[in-house]
């Protein structure tokens, strides 16, 4: 088995990803965008990054390249797919997730660690915790903030697609808990199915457990499950 | 065949938060100009040959809807002229 850790121009956590999976005992490889997902690909990671300098809206370049059609289908398949960061927002411009993510409330880019409040704990991205669980995982974005329409909202909510929401260290959602301003305090929510998830928080940078903090290893440890 | 010049309008639906032009409209603030709100939106001009304006209108609508405009957060305006340049 290996993910695949989609390489676009402007990835910049690409390698983070692989050896963080690694750590885990996960096979990952960087994979170039115009390679194509290789035949053996059982799980796809989008990367952390500026791909293509966050041109017209972050991740609105990425979305359109040919290798996303693949992802698309992979996913269709049920091949885990999990987007961070910059991930996130090409896997929500491309139409794998719903919403949007932009600037953030702050007009700032912000690069702090965050509490986040397991919402589901049903999938295979949280089957290690219970609902409600506090975790704490770094974020480092400028346009992380999740908007979606009212009517697109209550459907996230009634059919459980919201995986991860901002909270205080005691898994209050409060607005100071909220480093970006998003809808609801979202941080990550689910695809069509639970095989699919993105969220803004780094996953992959709260692993390694010499650069602090490990709580991102259950989250990929969904590719395994 | 013409040549037209397509003008998308790309804007925030109305209710979404727009934090950078709530920093540009502080910005003027501190200079000393007053005003009660600023919005922003982003333009875009193509030039495309097209039988008439209304296919013209067609294909850059489409382009707006899958690439230029995020239809969760946007709206968005297409105008269309006979192109400056055009014979």
Known sequence: MTVAVIQFGGSNCDRDAVRALAYLGIDAERVWHEDGLPSDTTGIM??????????????????????????????????????????????????????????????????????????????????EFEEGDVIEIPIAHGEGRFEITDERYDELESNDQILFRYCDEDGNLTDDANPNGSTGNVAGILGKTDSVAVLMPHPERSTLPDIGGTDGQDILAGFQA | MSTYTATVTVRLKHGVLDPEAETTKGALQRLGFELSALRAADVYELDLDAENAEAAAERVDEMAERLLANPTIHDYEVEIAEAANAK
């Not at chain 1, 992802?71 to 949007?100: D, F, I, K, Y």
């Open chain 1, 46 to 127: 989008l990367p952390g990054g500026f791909s293509y300098g966050d041109y017209l809206r972050a991740g609105a370049m990425a979305a359109r390249s040919p290798i996303m059609d693949e992802v698309r289908a992979a996913a269709e398949e049920g091949t885990p797919v999990l987007g961070v960061c910059n991930g996130a927002q090409v896997g929500s411009e491309s139409g794998l997730t719903g919403g949007a993510f932009t600037t953030n409330k702050s007009a700032r880019f912000q690069c702090e660690h965050v509490h986040l409040r397991v919402e589901n704990a049903e999938t295979p991205w949280t089957q």
